[in-house]
């Protein structure tokens, strides 16, 4: 697995992924995504600071899988929110998303010196919690009703890992 530069050619794939329910309403994405809302996001992503995003893939056939970001760069408080997602289903519960966690989180800790990376993710998304804690997250609390979907709230856990 390696990470690379988030690029115009991985957007396309993202697109795709994005509009897939499987990984969309983890997101909290509950409509789909339009292409063009999607290409002025991707347009916006270059100048946006407070953003990072790179393509997963795989080292041998070097196949776009998923991505990984930080988003809420604060370089004052040197913190970020962590995301990922393995978008194809083939590559999934492999290991990838795990050592992806690790790589961004190793990068944001030695090269962006951010001191507390956290994660927030649905309490029902259990794949991402075990995933989180693998990777020395530590639970710290939870967002009470904080998401409407379907006819019901959702809560979010807040999970955080600090540089030691």
């Known amino acids: 697995m390696i990470l690379k530069a988030f690029r115009k ?3 396309k794939q993202t697109w795709h992924w994005m509009n897939d329910a499987k990984i969309a309403i983890p ?4 409509a789909k995504l339009s292409k063009r809302s999607h290409e002025d996001w991707f ?3 270059k100048h946006d600071k407070t953003k990072i ?3 997963i893939a795989t080292s041998g056939s070097n196949k776009h899988v998923g991505n990984i970001g930080l988003k809420t760069i604060d370089s004052r408080h040197r913190a970020a929110e962590i995301w990922v997602y393995i978008g194809d289903h083939n590559y999934q519960r492999k290991g990838i998303a795990k050592k992806a966690v690790n790589q961004i989180v190793s990068y944001a ?3 962006l010196r951010l001191h507390r990376i956290e994660a927030r993710v649905f309490e029902d998304n259990t794949a991402s919690i075990r995933l989180f804690k693998k990777c020395g997250f530590q639970k710290e609390g939870e967002l009470c009703e904080v998401f409407y979907h379907s006819g019901k709230f959702r809560n979010q856990w807040v999970l955080a890992r600090l540089k030691k």
């Open 9 to 11: 050619r991985h957007a």
């Open 27 to 30: 997101f909290g994405r509950t």
């Open 43 to 45: 347009r916006q992503l």
């Open 53 to 55: 995003m790179f393509a």
């Open 109 to 111: 800790f030695k090269k």
